[in-house]
């Protein structure tokens, strides 16, 4: 028996629709984790405008300093706002899946594990919805 | 079927040998045997069309199972070949790839010996997940039911697959009871609290069928990391009292490192396969606080 077949990576990333609870919730922990570090970089940037706006204290007044037109325009935009209600269903989750993850770490409830999960998914569903309303308003 | 060439050849060869005999011995005990010989390849064809229509006819199931031969030529390229088999109240995988096996390829490969979960050798993977297969009834599966060796393991031949770096992870944890704490005179038994007991008891129930490492999304991506199996195993022993303090320090010394408990990530995977429904996860986790108690100092 000198060879043998590995049917390599190709076929693990073929078995997603096989994934259980803890794996889903390990998946999207992951990428909702690595969402937030990416939007901590955007939002430095973008609150970092503020830094050559400063001082400028006419502009200010006047409501068309750097950072002021970065904002408004921004927030101007359907894209931003529907980014920031996806940006809020990302925090939740991560947060509500967080404080599972914390559980699982003490070992408390482990046998409710995968309904941990869904009830973290409906949760941040249920609140991500209510706040649609808040995110589009005025936009249109 | 995939056999089917090689069948040819087999009952060429045999009629080959048959007519070398007939010319040279025309006796009749020669005749006698070639035509047992008929009447009994007769039976066994018939045996097998029997099977075939009974398969056809009544309430069958279809599996199709992964094969793969590196020393045949024409079966190094890996495929599924479909049997139907003829459903038994009952039935199990096993017993389902045991009748393909008798009945149409006797070349079909997979392991197997106690049939009642006990020993460990044909965990497989069904249907997306990884199952004993004579703990698994037909009947729980949806059809075709697919039949894979493990994932992420050296596929050996058809659903037998390597399990000697599994065997190596479960060692590398000294799966044994060891302790510098023996009791005094030399024939007093070494007890154990029922509440100690209690605790060990689903842990030890291990039967090294691979299943959960093989579930295990970080053992797939780390070679070196321990897997659930050891980490259960080595739990097994730490939290045995009659090992004793220095012991279970020396256990916790080798789980927690750098491929040990911590490359967990709590997925729940290992948990959810394993046969014997031995709470991996939840063994794995107390290790972890274990660890970390052990190296807390308060100054
Ligand atoms: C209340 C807020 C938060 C809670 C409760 C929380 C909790 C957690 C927990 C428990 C983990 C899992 C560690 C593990 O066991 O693998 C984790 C991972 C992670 N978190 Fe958070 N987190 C929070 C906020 C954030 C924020 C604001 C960021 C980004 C700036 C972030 C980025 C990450 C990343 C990148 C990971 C993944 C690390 C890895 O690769 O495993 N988290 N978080
Ligand atoms: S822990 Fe369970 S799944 Fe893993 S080897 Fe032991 S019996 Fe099999
Ligand atoms: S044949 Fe022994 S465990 Fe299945």
Redesign the interface.
């Known amino acids: ?7 390599g990576l190709v ?2 990333f073929g ?1 997603w ?2 994934f ?4 889903w ?2 998946v999207f922990h992951k990428f909702t984790g690595w969402v937030l570090v990416g939007y901590l970089f955007t939002h430095i940037s973008v609150l970092s405008t503020a830094v050559s706006a400063a001082g400028n204290t006419r502009a200010i007044e006047a409501q068309n300093d750097v950072y002021t037109v970065v904002i408004s325009t921004l927030e101007s935009l359907l894209v931003v706002r529907i980014l920031e209600v996806g940006l809020l269903a990302v925090a939740v989750f991560h947060i509500l899946n967080g404080c599972r ?1 914390l559980l ?4 408390v409830g ?1 046998d409710a ?2 309904k941990s999960f869904y009830a973290s998914l409906v949760l941040t569903g249920a609140i991500v919805v209510a706040s649609v309303p808040t995110f589009l308003e005025g936009v249109f | 079927m995939s056999t089917q060439i090689e069948r040819e050849r087999e009952s060429e060869t045999e009629t080959e040998s048959e007519a070398d005999a007939v010319t040279e011995l025309p006796s009749a005990q020669e005749a006698r045997m070639r035509k047992k010989a008929e009447a009994r390849a007769d039976r066994e064809e018939r045996a097998r069309e029997e099977a075939q229509e009974r398969a056809d006819a009544e309430d069958s199931y279809h599996l199709k199972v992964f094969r ?1 031969d ?2 045949v030529e024409g079966k190094m390229e ?1 495929r599924f070949d479909d049997f139907h088999v003829p459903y038994e109240s009952g039935m199990t995988v096993l017993d389902a790839l045991i009748y393909a096996r008798d009945t149409f390829d006797s070349s079909l490969t997979f392991r197997h010996s106690c049939r009642q979960a006990i020993c460990g050798s044909d965990a497989l993977f069904v249907n ?2 990884q199952r004993l297969g004579c703990k698994t009834q037909l009947s729980d599966l949806d059809q075709p039911v697919r039949i894979e060796p493990l ?2 393991s ?4 058809d659903l037998v697959v ?1 399990m000697e770096h599994f065997y190596d992870q479960m060692e590398s944890v000294e799966p044994y009871f060891q302790t510098n704490d023996l009791p005094e005179g030399e024939l007093e038994e070494q007890r154990q609290t029922p509440e100690n007991r209690e605790k060990v008891k689903m842990s030890t129930r291990c039967i090294w069928c691979g299943a959960c490492m093989s579930s295990c ?1 970080i053992a ?1 991506g780390d070679n070196e990391y321990l897997g659930p199996a050891a980490i259960n195993k080595a739990y097994r022993f730490a939290m045995d009292e009659r090992e004793g303090e220095d012991m279970k320090q020396h256990r916790l010394n080798i789980i927690e490192q750098e491929h040990g408990v911590w490359r967990c ?5 290992c ?2 396969v394993c046969p014997k429904d031995i ?1 991996l ?2 063994h794995i ?2 290790l ?2 274990e660890a970390v108690k052990s190296n807390l100092k308060f100054w």
């Open positions: 028996m000198s060879q043998s077949y590995d049917r076929e693990d078995r629709k096989e259980s609870a803890g794996m919730a390990w993850l699982v770490d003490l070992g482990l594990q995968d | 793969y590196p020393e890996p997306g997940s994932p992420h050296e596929v050996e031949k390597d999304n797939a990530q709590t997925q729940f995977s948990t959810n709470p996860t939840e986790q107390e972890k606080r």
